[in-house]
């Protein structure tokens, strides 16, 4: 069986370059409170990988240098990072914007109960993991009682401001092998069914296309769809979405602070396009970002299909 980075490695995508560099992003570790089917990182309960406060230490002083505007948490659940305070704290000082990206049950966990009062004191933007507003169909997804510990969290959230004046995304993600629907009609549908339902406000929904890499990627090996995927995923690309790809702004850096043009190359390991050989982010201070080329390869269709794709929704 061929791997998803062997099936993706060969690419008539077009080449694209860097613009200015605002937000890094940044992999706090694998570990998670949950395994969900879609994740692109096989993160879990069992994961170790977590970044020290060394590394952590390098990436605020390459903030520093650089002026980014916008630090970009995730993982795994980036909370369950001991150094996440620290880390947010930090950043808010400097007067960057920080963004946690949530799955919210991390917010139910014994010994996180204070992390939502603590992230709305720092003013921390939320982008939190809800790809369905109904039960059986975040449970399948995500694992059983995942919707109502959600549902739970998200109402703390709105006791906090978030969704009144603190952002709160969520974030809708296909259960299968199929490009998201229309964002702002799926968003109406979200928001009128949480607040009807459960009483809950948030800022916008986000859809994400699926990547066809990691858990979800062997899951489309196994069940023999990942080229059918991949045609569909070619077949729908739209050379408008070029333009507003997050990987012309952005940096991602993994929980060994290593660097990449974005989080799902990181994820396939392939070295940004500034440089041959994967660099650690303590040795990319003198680095000039501005048209440096970008590392693609295949899974690069999922951000251009249809309305296209990012870390910040729909692209149109």
């Avoid at 080229?227 to 990987?247: F, I, P, R």
């Avoid at 974005?262 to 396009?273: I, K, R, T, V």
Wanted: charged share 20%; with cysteine.
């Amino acid at each position: 069986m061929h791997s998803t980075i062997e099936k993706l490695k060969v690419t008539d995508f077009p080449a694209i370059k860097r613009g200015k560099l605002e937000t890094l992003q940044v992999n706090f570790g694998y570990l998670c409170n949950l395994s969900c089917l879609h994740c692109h990182v096989n993160a879990g309960p069992t994961r170790k990988e977590l970044m020290d406060k060394k590394t952590i230490d390098d990436v605020l002083l390459f903030i520093d240098q650089n002026g980014i505007k916008t630090l970009d948490l995730t993982g795994g659940a980036p909370e369950m990072n001991p150094h996440f305070e620290y880390i947010v704290s930090e950043a808010v000082k400097r007067g960057v914007a920080v963004i946690d990206r949530c799955n919210l049950t991390i917010l139910e966990e014994p010994g996180y109960e204070q992390m939502a009062e603590f992230m709305a004191a720092k003013g921390v933007q939320i982008v939190a993991s809800l790809p369905c507003y109904s039960s059986d169909n975040v449970d399948a997804q995500r694992g059983d009682g995942v919707f109502d510990k959600s549902i739970s969290a998200l109402q703390e959230l709105n006791t906090l401001g978030y969704g009144k004046g603190l952002q709160l995304d969520l974030v809708y993600n296909p259960q299968g092998p199929q490009l998201p629907p229309n964002q702002a009609a799926l968003e109406l549908e979200y928001k009128t069914h949480l607040r009807d339902n459960f009483g809950i406000e948030f800022s916008r929904l986000l859809t994400i296309t699926n990547m066809p890499i990691k858990r979800f990627g062997s899951a489309l090996i196994s069940k023999g769809q990942f080229e059918t995927y991949m045609d569909l995923l070619k077949s729908a690309y739209q050379s408008v979405n070029l333009d507003g790809l997050m990987c012309k702004s952005i940096l991602s850096v993994d929980w060994k602070g290593f660097v990449y043009d974005c989080d799902f190359n990181q994820m396939l390991e392939l070295p940004a396009g500034f440089s041959d050989t994967k660099k650690h982010i303590s040795d990319c201070l003198g680095v000039n970002f501005h048209q440096q080329p970008i590392t693609i390869a295949d899974h690069c269709y999922g951000c251009t299909a249809g309305s296209g794709s990012s870390c910040a929704g729909s692209l149109s």
